[in-house]
T-cell receptor, first 109, second 115 residues
């Protein structure tokens, strides 16, 4: 079957760095998305990776290893506004998104 | 302002009633989607449409129907609501047709409670 695994919850300190991991198993693979979702709001797009390696966008970076079925989202210089859930989603052979349950990130001062 | 709107924002519904959730986008996107999001579970696809006039079933289609008469609108209908359909419903759209990197953009959601 198709499956996405990511930690349920993580805690980090303001100003620090945190890495949120995601492993996936899909029938076929056409790329991996990360979305951010603040409580009570809609998911918003953060990044897309289809090739192996690291993509950097300001304080956020996303990494993909296709051979390992693994991705991570790296958040640097954490701010209180980064407190949110982070959703990992893999695109299968039919270009449908398979979503993880999300990782709730709690930032402490 | 360009984007996706959903209505209503929230609704409490008696079991057995019929309900239509509305979704409209003004980005001229080809593809549209309906998801439900439940605590502890990932977003689950209910129905999708790759282009106006076509629809397809997602992971959890039972009890729901959709139509896509034009590019902008994609209503979701619950024919006879049941308590297990209590959830937050998100509509999304993407430029499409579905290809790698086809980013989905989400509406604000409808919080539905079925009693």
């Amino acid at each position: 079957g198709q499956n996405i695994d990511q930690p349920t919850e993580m805690t980090a300190t303001e100003g620090a760095i945190v890495q949120i991991n995601c492993t996936y198993q899909t029938s076929g693979f056409n790329g991996l998305f990360w979305y951010q979702q603040h409580a009570g709001e809609a998911p918003t797009f953060l990044s897309y990776n289809v090739l192996d390696g690291l993509e950097e966008k300001g304080r956020f970076s996303s990494f993909l290893s296709r051979s390992k079925g693994y991705s991570y989202l790296l958040l640097k210089e954490l701010q209180m506004k980064d407190s949110a859930s982070y959703l990992c989603a893999a695109t299968d052979s039919n270009y449908q998104l398979i979503w993880g349950a999300g990782t709730k990130l709690i930032i402490k001062p | 302002i360009a984007g996706i709107t959903q209505a209503p924002t929230s609704q409490i519904l008696a079991a057995g009633r019929r309900m239509t959730l509305r979704c409209t986008q003004d980005m001229r996107h080809n593809a549209m989607y309906w998801y439900r999001q439940d605590l502890g579970l990932g977003l689950r696809l209910i129905h999708y449409s790759n282009t106006a006039g076509t629809t397809g079933k997602g992971e959890v289609p039972d009890g729901y129907s959709v139509s896509r008469a034009n590019t902008d609108d994609f209503p979701l209908t619950l024919a006879s609501a049941v308590p297990s359909q209590t959830s937050v419903y998100f509509c999304a759209s993407s430029p499409g047709p579905q290809v790698g990197g086809d980013t989905q953009y989400f509406g604000p959601g409808t919080r539905l409670t079925v009693l």
